[in-house]
């Protein structure tokens, strides 16, 4: 089975401070992905990486920055926490959709709940 | 740009009763859909995905969807709730172009299923 794991699941941490929030998977994708998910939004994409090194921008990407070094680890990072980045993180990762097809699923993580007080 | 909308952000049905869940999407072009399913405190789980096969599409648990072009819909049924089955859903619609696989969320739907 393919594992998503998120090293932490709950933080508490303080406005200002730098917040790194870590995912692994295990299946060699080459997708990587970092969702914020707030109660009636949805999911809403903050970026997401294709290869390593490799990033680009989603929807809502101020306040955030990520790391890819090496192609199982994608990092999303809070230069400062602050009180409106309360919420959960969910990371995903996929293989590359196939030329002319696309439907290859995303695969979830368990999320991380982050409280910035 | 494409856009999903789920109609009711919560639906309440009885155990054993039909379980309804809308999706619309807009897109010019068809893209591929999904539902997958939040059970509280856990990450998100695929139910189902249409990739322009059959239109109907069964997935686990007993759910099934049916994609309907006409309508831009992608509904979510299952003929009987159980009690399980409470969970928040979400629809989700990825372009047919591009390579990177991001999906676009709805705002997500709360099912409770009622004794």
């Known amino acids: 089975d393919v594992k998503v794991t998120q090293s932490s699941r709950y933080l508490v941490k303080r406005t200002g401070e730098k917040v790194f929030l870590e995912c692994v998977q295990d299946m060699d994708h080459e997708n990587m992905f970092w969702y914020r998910q707030d109660p009636g939004l949805g999911l809403r994409l903050i970026y997401f990486s294709y290869d390593v090194k490799m990033k680009e921008k989603g929807d809502i990407p101020e306040g955030y920055s990520v790391s890819r070094e090496k192609k199982e680890r994608f990092s999303l990072i809070l230069e400062s926490a602050s009180t409106n980045q309360t919420s959960m993180y969910l990371c995903a990762s996929s293989p590359p959709p196939e030329r002319g097809r696309g439907g290859n699923t995303i695969y979830f993580g368990e999320g991380s709940w982050l409280t910035v007080v | 740009a494409q856009s999903v909308t789920q109609l009711g952000s919560h639906v309440s049905v009885s155990e054993g009763a039909l379980v309804l869940l809308r999706c619309n999407y807009s897109?010019?072009?068809?893209?591929?859909l999904f539902w997958y399913v939040q059970y509280p405190n856990q990450g998100l789980q695929l139910l189902l995905k249409?990739?322009?096969?059959?239109?109907l599409v069964k997935g686990i648990n007993g759910f099934e969807a049916e994609f309907k072009k006409s309508e831009t819909s992608f509904h979510l049924t299952k003929p009987s709730a159980h009690m399980s089955d409470a969970a928040e859903y979400f629809c989700?619609?990825?372009?047919?172009?591009?390579?990177?696989?991001?999906?676009?969320f709805g705002q997500g739907t709360t099912l409770q299923v009622k004794p």
């Open positions: 897109s010019s072009v068809p893209p591929y």
């Open positions: 989700a619609v990825r372009r047919r172009s591009g390579n990177t696989g991001k999906l676009i």
């Open positions: 249409y990739t322009s096969a059959a239109t």
